[in-house]
């Protein structure tokens, strides 16, 4: 499963990018109008430091609209990754941008049928929000689990992005789903390290070398 980082800081991409884990990166307007800077300049930036596909959401709301902005969007350089809303409009464009050969994530899914419209349409992503079905009460990686069913029923190729990712459970959860991505914040992605068996086996064994009074080097 691919890792991107969802989030518009400049300098918790820098920071992720150097430990090699990370294949790519989204940003959505609520995260971009949080990092405070033009957004241009921002996916300019995270398209520099990391060299995998780098998702920027168009704002427009019809077809002509958001083929516009996507157009733009891919200008600014070669691995930006137009998303565009899962709309009837968003669905043209996103037919529109990928014959034209723009990459597209289609985002904000919230069920299977959507989910095979935009492989329909050509998406090179579909995004499916876990966290926010979760968080009315319904089961988000049952969602993964049956656009992975269907897709793999089609032969589609529209890579299944689980996005919404609220808790080290849910990747691990996506993983087993088979999620091809998994978009998550940064403190998340920091946290899947940690395991406090490792911490308190590594100071044991750090104690015991210590008694050995020997080097490696
Ligand atoms: C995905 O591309 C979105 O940016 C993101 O995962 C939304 O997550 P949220 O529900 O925590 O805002």
Redesign the pocket.
Same mark, same amino acid.
């Given at each position: 499963m691919k890792f991107f980082v969802?989030t518009a800081d400049i300098n918790e991409i820098r920071s992720l990018a150097e430990t090699g884990l990370l294949d790519g990166v @989204? @940003?959505?307007p *609520?995260?971009v109008a949080k990092a405070g800077r033009p957004f241009r300049e921002i996916v300019r930036e995270i398209c520099a430091i990391v060299e995998g596909p780098v *998702?920027a959401e168009v704002t427009a709301t019809d077809a002509d609209g958001m083929v516009a902005e996507g157009r733009s969007l891919a200008e600014i350089a070669d691995n930006v990754t137009v998303k565009v809303p899962l709309t009837m409009d968003g669905l043209k464009a996103c037919r529109s941008l990928t014959q034209a050969g723009t990459k597209v994530n289609v985002?904000l899914c919230f069920s299977a049928n959507q989910a095979l419209l935009a492989a329909k349409a050509g998406a090179t992503f579909i *995004?499916p929000?876990i966290?926010?079905l979760d968080d009315i009460g319904l089961d988000g990686v049952e969602l993964i689990q049956e656009i992975r069913a269907i897709y793999d029923n089609f032969g589609f190729d529209t890579e299944v992005l689980a996005? *919404?990712?609220?808790t080290v459970n849910h990747v691990k959860l996506c993983a087993l789903a088979g999620a091809d991505v998994a @978009?998550i914040p940064p403190g998340i992605i920091r946290q899947l390290v940690s395991h406090p068996l490792t911490d308190k086996g590594l100071e044991a064994f750090l104690a015991d070398w210590q008694k050995t009074g020997d080097k490696i080097l």
């Open positions: 969802d @989204t @940003t959505n *609520s995260l *998702s985002t *995004s929000f966290g926010r996005a *919404s990712i609220r @978009t």
